[in-house]
């Protein structure tokens, strides 16, 4: 009998897949972007999981996302960080991947400037280039231990 662990799923646009976790993996990454939901009341951008497969909205996904950074960045709760830290970077490989830019706030000007995050990272000028640095180092160590 073949192990849960070692079945796999798919995270994909299209043909292009972005990410081949196993179905545990799959299944608490999906559960916890909907959690994360509810604390940006915005939706994830991830379909259902259908046949092994969960096709991604790259612009939903990734303004998800980057509510989930701009709620991680207005806080300075160590166990807030710490249960968000991991979600965070593993979905910005998938936005990396997928070769969308990431709408970041910049609170030294109030707006907003678009980021590629991740190891070919485009970092903005000003204030914000610590922030999307560490984004794309810890982002960039989790790309390594997920395989397409």
Do not use: K
């Amino acid at each position: 009998m073949e192990r849960e662990e070692y079945m796999s799923q798919y995270f994909q646009v299209g043909d292009q897949v972005l990410w081949n976790p196993s179905n545990g993996v799959a299944g608490l990454f999906m559960r916890l972007a909907e959690a994360f939901a509810l604390e940006t009341g915005l939706p994830t951008g991830l379909g259902p999981m259908e046949s092994d497969e969960c096709e991604v909205d790259l612009a939903a996904f990734a303004a998800f996302v980057s509510a989930l950074i701009e709620r991680y960045e207005r806080s300075s709760h160590a166990i807030l960080h710490s249960i968000m830290e991991g979600f965070i970077a593993t979905a910005l490989v998938l936005v990396e991947r997928g070769g969308a830019i990431l709408p970041l706030h910049d609170a030294s000007d109030g707006g907003w400037r678009d980021v590629q995050v991740g190891e070919h990272s485009a970092c903005p000028q000003g204030d914000h280039i610590r922030d999307v640095e560490r984004w794309a180092a810890l982002s960039a160590q989790h790309a390594r231990a997920m395989p397409r």
